[in-house]
């Protein structure tokens, strides 16, 4: 609940760069940890976090600009300089790019999908912590003793007991990705035992892994919209994450069927 949490001279390091910062190093590290264990490419894991990275500021950002599109008509850089981006626009663009870097490159990009995406759960989880240290994605008022009051200088509205949605996200996002690099590790373990690369004893293909991520978040995301209170775009009834996350959930349905499908044949 700090923007600011030091200084360097006159340099203010504020606290949800900071996390997004070490969110970042700490999946890196993971992903080539993680793809050399597997035998993969390494330099292929530290060309995607870059691609992921930018890519996904840029569609945060754009998603950003087009749900607070009002707001970016009258003050256009006043939205561009904020400190608001949505997740989803970010999660969406920087598959996008991977998947364009993986067809030009000639790799596989379900096998990476499947690694990479733990690692994109636990950035994810620091980034949450960084919205908390801000005060952005802020909940909504509560008379809960687990009710948090933000001060003047927060993004969240200051003197009011409000629901840290930001950490229940990224407690859930740091399950996720416990989930995600125990379930790969035991599967990938079971198929090098059998001696399989596609399929395994445990009826995983390449890419569920991905898939999981994708069915996990979307689901956590949907519920979480509902405890939160900070102005956003809606569609109908729904926020604009909630919309989204419907596709979400559906897309990891419908691609883990085609996936199994394909193995089976």
Same mark, same amino acid.
């Given at each position: 609940?700090?923007? =600011?949490? &030091?200084? *360097?001279?006159?340099?203010? #390091?504020?606290?949800?760069?900071?996390?997004?910062? $070490? %969110?970042?190093? +700490? /999946?890196?590290?993971?992903?080539?940890?993680?793809?050399?264990?597997?035998?993969?490419?390494?330099?292929?894991?530290?060309?995607?976090?870059?691609?992921?990275?930018?890519?996904?500021?840029?569609?945060?950002?754009?998603?950003?600009?087009?749900?607070?599109?009002?707001?970016?008509?009258?003050?256009?850089?006043?939205?561009?300089?904020?400190?608001?981006?949505?997740?989803?626009?970010?999660?969406?663009?920087?598959?996008?790019?991977?998947?364009?870097?993986?067809?030009?490159?000639?790799?596989?990009?379900? =096998?990476? &999908?499947? *690694?990479?995406?733990?690692? #994109?759960?636990?950035?994810?989880?620091?980034?949450? $912590? %960084?919205?908390? +240290? /801000?005060?952005?994605?802020?909940?909504?008022?509560?008379?809960?003793?687990?009710?948090?009051?933000?001060?003047?200088?927060?993004?969240?509205?200051?003197?009011?007991?409000?629901?840290?949605?930001?950490?229940?996200?990224?407690?859930?996002?740091?399950?996720?990705?416990?989930?995600?690099?125990?379930?790969?590790?035991?599967?990938?373990?079971?198929?090098?035992?059998?001696?399989?690369?596609?399929?395994?004893?445990?009826?995983?293909?390449?890419?569920?892994?991905?898939?999981?991520?994708?069915?996990?978040?979307?689901?956590?995301?949907?519920?979480?919209?509902?405890?939160?209170?900070?102005?956003?775009?809606?569609?109908?009834?729904?926020?604009?994450?909630?919309?989204?996350?419907?596709?979400?959930?559906?897309?990891?349905?419908?691609?883990?069927?085609?996936?199994?499908?394909?193995?089976?044949?």
């Amino acid at each position: 609940m700090k923007k =600011d949490l &030091f200084y *360097i001279g006159r340099f203010s #390091v504020h606290g949800y760069g900071l996390m997004i910062g $070490i %969110g970042f190093i +700490l /999946a890196l590290f993971l992903g080539e940890y993680r793809a050399k264990k597997k035998g993969m490419k390494e330099e292929a894991i530290i060309d995607l976090a870059i691609i992921a990275a930018v890519g996904g500021f840029l569609g945060a950002k754009i998603l950003y600009i087009i749900v607070s599109l009002k707001e970016f008509l009258q003050n256009p850089l006043a939205v561009i300089g904020s400190e608001g981006f949505v997740v989803y626009g970010g999660i969406i663009s920087g598959v996008l790019c991977c998947m364009l870097y993986c067809k030009v490159k000639k790799l596989k990009f379900l =096998d990476y &999908f499947d *690694i990479v995406m733990p690692e #994109v759960a636990l950035a994810q989880a620091f980034g949450r $912590i %960084g919205c908390f +240290l /801000a005060g952005c994605c802020y909940g909504r008022p509560t008379d809960s003793v687990f009710g948090v009051v933000f001060p003047e200088d927060s993004l969240a509205p200051a003197g009011i007991k409000l629901i840290p949605t930001q950490l229940i996200s990224a407690v859930g996002d740091f399950a996720i990705a416990i989930i995600l690099i125990i379930h790969a590790d035991v599967v990938f373990k079971k198929a090098k035992e059998s001696s399989l690369k596609a399929k395994t004893g445990f009826g995983m293909v390449s890419g569920d892994i991905g898939c999981i991520y994708m069915f996990l978040y979307g689901i956590g995301r949907f519920l979480v919209e509902f405890l939160r209170n900070d102005v956003r775009g809606t569609v109908g009834n729904l926020s604009t994450s909630q919309f989204i996350s419907l596709f979400i959930v559906a897309g990891s349905i419908i691609l883990y069927v085609i996936n199994h499908k394909k193995a089976s044949a």
